[in-house]
């Protein structure tokens, strides 16, 4: 800890930790507004730590759900991560400074479309909800006094109630597509999702005259991109 801290105060640079597909594309304009260009693409470069125009800034490519992760721990500076993932990592050590409004999507439940739920909840039924996100989803039946048996998977929860191995499922939705095309429902909306900037809460104290341009500058162009 007390190496990560004299790193950080001596090396003037920034690390920012984003991940592939949506994040790092709808982060590009933001970064762009700050006067930031990445140079190098991660969908086809192989290299996990990409140049920027600016020497002092870096970024890293890593998965969405180990970005708080590494800004916890000072391995970056800074990134942009889901309130879903979030939820799940506990926002330890960071500092959360702006909602940027991108990736937005919600937390539901859903389910095979012959089930019913809202009868079984009625009945005080015990269900069998496979997701992701156990925090969120224990939090989220608990708070219904829902008795759930919770099935951790890492992806396409869609799968899991057409196969029965799960009642529910909590999933993020968007369109709605991926839901519809495996014939689920949604049965209730849990919460509204989108990515916020996260920042270690050392970095911020030490580097702060680096961080908080950037910062005001993700907070004024995310707030005229909404
Ligand atoms: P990991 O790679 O760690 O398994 P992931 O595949 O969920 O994570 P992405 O698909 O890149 O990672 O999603 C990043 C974030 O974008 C999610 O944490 C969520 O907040 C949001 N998101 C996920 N799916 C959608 C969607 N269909 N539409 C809009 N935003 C979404
Ligand atoms: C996410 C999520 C859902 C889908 C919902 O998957 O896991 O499956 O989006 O979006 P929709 O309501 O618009 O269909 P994503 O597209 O990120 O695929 P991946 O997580 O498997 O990469």
Redesign the pocket.
Known sequence: MSMTIATQSTDQGLILAL?????FEDTLPLLEAAGITVLENPETSRKLILPTNDPAVRVLIV????VPTYVQYGAADFGV?????LLEHGGEGLYQPVDLNI???RMSVAVNAGFDYASAVRQGARLRVATKFVNTARQHFASKGVHVDLIKL??SMELAPLVGLSDAIVD?V?TGNTLRANNLVEVEKIMD?S?RLVVNQAALKLKRARLQPIIEAFQKASTLQG
């Open positions: 991940s592939k597909g949506r994040i998965r969405a759900t180990d991560a889901g309130k879903d993932v990736a937005s999507c890492y992806g993020v968007s999702i990515s």
